[in-house]
């Protein structure tokens, strides 16, 4: 049989009798053990250093005349400090699900709640909850406005806003073809002036014959149309008694972008020999021809150098 130390004061029925176990009373009658848990009782074993130190304090205190609910308070305190107590306290399985959370140190489990966010669910302040309580159950929307441009026609719960179209003046929305001309600007395509620099050296005049047309530099890109033309000596041509220069586009005849310009000049500089007889038609992937013409062979070329530079536009 295991004596036991009563912890909280209990009111018993046994052998049909009122009987009250007091807090600190050892018990080792079993039937009255049993009895005092089925009423609520609590038991320690008496080998408990802290509870057992408790019981001549509270028997004292009992004599004094200390009212039981103390007496009861003094046993619990002991019994919470107890070392069965704090081997056996277990705060179990314990886990929350957000936004109820839970940390365990040692056997002490702490539940706490996060705060709302405005993605998460959770606690409601008190400036929420005042906020919340100032709105009327059928808050709406009841009023707006715009500044332009922006527009709100019936500015009431249930307005029609919009946007007023940007002028040279005013701003406001871009339209699909503005966008576009704006992403042209500074690209290959729309607007933009391009430049075609095209080097002629004195080992390609050498080669060619004269009045015979030949290619100079690179086809023209697709859908371009030619703003200028210039054509510049930058080494006076020697070997060559007289001779003159044309640029023109595909199967054009000779001088359709620059008429026939003297590039037989001691004076190295633009010679550019004026406007051709169709410098402006579009010439988009179109091949450019050069025509040199000399009072002898150009094979006679010792020395000289031409360059032709084109301007371009690309139309979308």
């Not at 009373?25 to 049993?34: E, G, L, P």
């Not at 709640?113 to 959770?122: E, V, Y």
Request: aromatic content about 4%; some cysteine; overall charge negative.
């Amino acid at each position: 049989m295991t004596t036991l130390i009563n912890i909280v004061a209990t009111s018993i029925i046994y052998y049909g009798q009122s009987v009250v176990v007091q807090a600190g009373d050892t018990v080792a009658d079993t039937t009255v053990q049993a009895a005092v848990e089925a009423n609520g009782g609590l038991f320690c074993q008496t080998t408990d250093a802290v509870v057992s130190a408790a019981i001549p304090i509270v028997q004292k205190l009992r004599t004094k005349g200390a009212n039981e609910a103390t007496l009861n308070q003094i046993m619990l305190s002991a019994f919470m400090a107890s070392a069965y107590t704090t081997a056996n306290s277990d705060p179990g399985s314990c886990a929350g699900t957000l936004p109820i959370t839970v940390s365990t140190i040692g056997n002490a489990a702490t539940v706490g709640i996060n705060a709302a966010t405005d993605a998460l669910p959770g606690s409601m302040s008190a400036a929420d909850k005042t906020k919340l309580d100032s709105m009327s159950a059928s808050a709406a929307v009841s009023a707006v406005s715009g500044t332009l441009p922006i527009t709100v026609a019936t500015g009431t719960s249930t307005p029609v806003i919009a946007i007023t179209a940007a002028t040279d003046a005013l701003p406001g929305s871009m339209s699909a073809a503005d966008k576009t001309k704006l992403d042209n600007i500074g690209t290959a395509t729309g607007a933009v002036v391009q430049h075609l620099h095209i080097d002629v050296p004195q080992a390609t005049i050498a080669a060619k014959s004269s009045g015979a047309a030949f290619a100079i530099g690179a086809a023209l890109p697709a859908n371009a149309r030619v703003v200028a033309c210039d054509l510049t000596v930058t080494t006076a041509l020697t070997g060559v008694t007289t001779a003159t220069a044309t640029v023109q586009g595909g199967t054009d005849t000779a001088g359709s972008l620059v008429a026939s310009a003297n590039v037989f000049t001691g004076t190295v500089g633009n010679v550019y020999g004026g406007t051709g007889s169709n410098p402006y038609a579009s010439r988009g992937s179109q091949q450019l021809y050069m025509t040199i013409t000399g009072g002898a062979a150009l094979s006679g070329v010792l020395a000289g150098d031409l360059d032709v530079d084109v301007f371009y536009t690309v139309q979308a």
